[in-house]
């Protein structure tokens, strides 16, 4: 059975302690601490895997009910790879498995998928199934869910800047605009806050250039326990914070 997301209204959203006006437009999460998890009850790391998509779903779904407009997960970097191939492969199952069994529900939801990240390097089957995914759901106009998948923030700059000069652009055309419409990101405002779980502090290569004035919070709760909860009270510690761009307030 597909479920269908819940919009809160106003008096939910106070009632959870947040405020339409100070909702972050653009939410980046860096999923982590599902190896750790799975150690911790004596599991196999796939089985953290496992669990951590399962806080993934649940947190496409509490960002739909909030309002949020974009939500980018960081499922899978470019430095992955060094991982053991078994690890690697149960990774892609699972984003396989999830991707297969959860677009109808993505799409009855009015989400818009997109994937950030190199999908060249991936098996032809699961480059098939993320395009149609994309595809499938490109007209949607609610919660924009971008997955970074083979994803690294400087291979992307790398690629963006490949790009411009293979279109022979002179050195002046070289800015921060045209470099910003050749990211996977194009067209979507920058994360107003990162959220990292597991308690590491440290970007991982994830949206560098697009975080250069996010805010950042560290949460020390293992991904697979990153619930509603706790998601409501990473809003509010960004909400708290003042946001200066440099100038004086
Ligand atoms: C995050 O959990 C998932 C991915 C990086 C794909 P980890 O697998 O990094 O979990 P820890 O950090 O080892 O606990
Ligand atoms: C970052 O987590 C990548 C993802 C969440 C997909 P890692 O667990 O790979 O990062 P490091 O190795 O601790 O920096
Ligand atoms: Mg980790």
Known sequence: MIKLYKKFTDEELTARGLSREGLPRHVGLIMDGNGRWAKKRL???PAGHRAGMEAM????????SVGIEALTVYAFSTENWKRPQTEVSALFDLLAEYFYRDIDELDAN????????D?????????????RAVERTKDNTGLRFNVAINYGGRAEIVHAVRTLVESGAKPEYVTEDAISERLYTC?????DVIIRTAGEQRLSNFLLW????????FTP????DFDD????NCIKEYMGRTRRFGKVL
Not at 57 to 64: I, T
Not at 110 to 117: C, D, H
Not at 187 to 191: A, E, I, N, T, V
Not at 210 to 217: G, P, R
């Open 57 to 64: 779903k649940a947190a496409v779904r509490f960002s739909h």
């Open 210 to 217: 697009q975080a250069a004035y996010s805010e950042f919070v």
């Open 43 to 45: 599991m196999p790391r």
């Open 187 to 191: 067209g979507q405002p920058d994360p």
């Open 221 to 224: 709760v293992l991904f697979p």
């Open 110 to 117: 009015n989400v818009r998928m997109t994937v950030l990240g």
């Open 229 to 232: 909860a706790e998601y409501t």
């Open 119 to 131: 999908l060249s390097a991936l098996s032809p089957k699961m480059r098939e199934l993320l395009q």
